[in-house]
């Protein structure tokens, strides 16, 4: 989930100004500029799980969210290793379980704006947290493409509040399929939504208007799309997101709005055979 990756980060009161002049493109966001983001932590190896992915894809289907599942991996002991479960998602739920005040860690769990938590399958509360988050006033956030192809996320002025925020760059796949041979849900096939694949800090932002260069390497693109977070200290309430759909090779960005599809890929489970 982890590579070497080189970040930059350049603040200056005239930044959007330039970046205008330089000829920079608007990339075509796949979600409102004021999206709610809904984190789900979850594993191929919980058979609670199942219900709370089917309900990250339906929230999939809307505009003002931005949903992500982290899939943690400290439910591959039981007899099934989860292809896409790493210790940076397990590392970031433990962090959310010290700043939300919460005695353990658990699946599915979904935390909503990185403010509240909710039993990931329980539509009700996630309903209720989502409703919350999106009365809050937050950051939009503009992702730009130059002439030769790289991208940057400029931020806007706003109060960071007591300390600086982190941003965040998640790369994630839109649908992925798998055949379960071993574990709680042996015998089953899961189909599961928006999971994140790599997760970097890019920058900070201390409140003025700041441009951080995303640095995609050419590798970026086997994915299927981007998000930016920015997210006051590092595991706190998330002040702004956007997301937009990775450029394949040969291809170009669609026109704004537009979708790419949702069909599942194939997962073999790697080593579990």
Not at 163 to 184: C, S, Y
């Amino acid at each position: 989930m982890t590579r070497p990756f080189a970040t930059l980060a350049v603040v200056a009161p005239a930044l959007f100004a330039m970046a205008a002049m330089a000829g920079d493109q608007p990339v075509p966001a796949t979600v409102s500029d004021q999206p709610v983001v809904v984190e789900l932590f979850t594993s191929q190896g919980c058979n609670s799980c199942p219900p709370a992915e089917a309900l990250l894809g339906d929230l999939a289907q809307r505009h003002d969210i931005l949903p992500l599942a982290f899939h943690v991996d400290y439910w591959d002991y039981i007899g099934w290793k989860d292809p896409f479960g790493s210790a940076d998602a397990t590392d970031r739920q433990q962090r959310y379980s010290r700043a939300l005040g919460l005695n353990m860690v658990y699946t599915p769990e979904m935390v909503i704006d990185g403010a509240h938590d909710a039993v990931g399958s329980d539509q009700a509360a996630v309903t209720a947290a989502i409703a919350a988050a999106a009365a809050l006033p937050k950051l939009k956030l503009a992702v730009l493409r130059d002439d030769q192809g790289k991208y940057k996320v400029e931020i806007p002025a706003g109060d960071p509040g007591s300390e600086p925020a982190t941003v965040w760059l998640a790369l994630f796949d839109h649908a992925h399929k798998t055949e379960v041979q071993r574990g709680e849900n042996a015998g089953r096939t899961l189909v599961e939504y928006n999971i994140v694949r790599e997760w970097h800090k890019i920058g900070m932002w201390d409140g003025k208007p700041t441009e951080i260069a995303l640095n995609l390497t050419p590798e970026s693109d086997e994915y299927d799309a981007c998000a930016v977070l920015v997210q006051l200290g590092g595991n706190g309430p998330i002040r702004g997101a956007a997301s937009f759909r990775m450029e394949k090779h040969g291809e170009g960005q669609g026109e704004p709005g537009s979708e790419p599809g949702n069909e599942p890929g194939e997962s073999s489970g790697g080593s579990n055979g």
